[in-house]
Structure formats: C-alpha cells, structure tokens
C-alpha cells in the first residue's frame, strides 16, 4: 500500500489579496513628529503618510555643514597661505569626502518622511503611531491597497513543489468561516527557496501553518525564516471576485501528480540530502 499512489492534491498557506498590495514599513529610524493619514484615506504614489525626525542625523548633519564651511574657506585662502597651499590635495579630498557624507545624511533625512510606494487606500494603519514616539525599522506603518486583479501568494513545501504542473488548477478556501470559495490558477512557483517569508500572517509566529524560527535581519527588521525548505507561489484569481479589504488568510488546494506514501518519504530524505551536500 505505501506504494500506491493515493494522494493527488496539494495544500498551499496562502493569502488572497490585491496584485498590488503595499507593506509599508519606515526606512530609517526616528521620532513620530506628523500623522497625515489615517485607515480609509486614498492616497497617491509619493504621499506622506508619516514625517518623523531625528535629532541624531540633524545633529551630524550641522556638524558636517559647518566642517565643509570651514574647509572651503581654507581653499579660498590657500594662495595666501603657504600651509594651506602645501595641504591643497588633502583639503580637497576632505572636501569630496564631506560632501558624500551629506549627500548620505541629507538622504537618511529624505527617508524619516514615510511615503506610499503605491496609490490606493490605506486599509489598514498603525494605530500606535502617534507624535513623540520613537520607532524602528522594523515598525510596521500602513497597509495600502491599490489596483490590480484578485491574487494568491503562498509558500509550498519543497516535496509538493516538484508535484506541480504548469498552470494547475485550484480553489482558494477562507479562514473566514462562510467565506466563498475563490477559484485560481497557478501562475509562477520560485525556482530558490524562499530565504525568509514576507507574509507574517502565514508565519506560525503569527499563527499561520508555516513553521518559522524568527531572526535578526538587516536594519532592526526581523526576519521568519522557514524551518524547511519553502518555495513562492503565485496564483491567478480565475473569476471577477471583489478585493478584500486587506489580504485574506487560507489555503490554496492544488491539483498535483499522484503521490505514494513510500514516494513522498524518499523525496523527504533526498531533499534532506541535497541540502546537506551544500548542492
């Protein structure tokens, strides 16, 4: 019996949500000086949703000000002064070398203003957020939904991936109890392993099916790395169902090849495998 095929579908953790729909998350550290949007505005590409500030870039940025001030002074002067004369080349290194820092400084300060990479409506908003409050990169800020067709993302196992086919079958099934059942196709399957999930709702650190072991990514960001080797899904909605208001938890349940039980513990331990050659 364990060699008999008896399994034909595959189950996919998935969210149904817009094509285009936007995490926003700040790019730089700092203080909550200015809320301009709240859950429900519309807004456009470019928007400020957040001014923040920051008293350690403006310090550091003054600093810098005023030492290029000073060594354009010493250039000005230097035919008239031998020792600024012999020193030239330095000052002019110095001179390029501050003028990158405050191109840098003024760029990390562009950033404290929290803009919306998309247009659309801001369906879901960080209600902590308010003036005086120090916040990381890591801060979640605004949800913003735009256009575009209906979608499912999810993350399927490496076993089930290699049971896909091309442009399979499947229906999308709601956590929501008596939500309708969403028809899709597959679209795309990541040929890497996904190196984090990008889709904390389907995080078991948020209650979602995918195992996950949280670390400490780049910039205060944390990242959900997968316990097991997990690949990117994409698929289409195959009908004109409306947008969720925010993207919708559940399961993507796939047409896939026959698969034994014998069949799927070898594909178990070759995984295990290949991993463990570094291939």
């Not at 404290?112 to 908003?125: D, H, N, Q, S, Y």
């Not at 109890?177 to 399957?189: E, I, N, R, S, Y």
């Not at 209650?207 to 949280?214: I, K, L, Q, S, T």
């Amino acid at each position: 019996l364990a060699v008999v095929p008896w399994s034909q579908t595959v189950s996919i953790p998935a969210v149904l949500e817009a094509s285009e729909l936007a995490r926003v998350y700040p790019q730089q550290a700092g203080v909550v000086a200015e809320v301009r949007v709240r859950q429900g505005d519309r807004v456009v590409a470019g928007d400020a949703l957040v001014v923040m500030v920051s008293d350690d870039i403006t310090h550091r940025l003054r600093l810098a000000e005023r030492r290029l001030a000073l060594i354009r002074m010493r250039l000005e002067r230097r035919s008239a002064d031998s020792q600024d004369r012999a020193k030239s080349l330095t000052l002019e290194q110095e001179l390029r070398s501050l003028n990158s820092e405050i191109d840098g400084l003024k760029r990390e300060s562009e950033n404290l203003t929290i803009k919306a990479p998309v247009a659309g409506e801001v369906v879901e908003f960080n209600r902590d957020l308010h003036v005086g409050r120090s916040i990381s990169r890591a801060e979640f800020v605004a949800l913003i939904k735009g256009a575009g067709q209906l979608v499912a993302r999810g993350y399927v196992s490496e076993q089930d991936a290699a049971r896909l086919n091309p442009s399979s079958q499947a229906v999308f099934i709601s956590d929501i109890p008596g939500a309708q059942h969403v028809g899709l196709k597959l679209k795309d399957v990541a040929r890497s392993a996904a190196g984090s999930i990008d889709m904390p709702e389907l995080a078991s650190h948020y209650g979602g099916e995918v195992a996950v072991r949280p670390q400490a990514g780049p910039g205060g960001h944390r990242r959900l790395t997968p316990v097991d080797a997990r690949y990117l899904a994409v698929l289409d909605a195959q009908s004109d169902s409306p947008l969720p208001a925010m993207s919708v938890r559940g399961v993507a349940i796939l047409d896939g090849a026959p698969q034994s039980l014998a069949a799927s513990a070898w594909r178990r331990v070759a995984a295990v495998l290949v991993r463990e050659s570094g291939f």
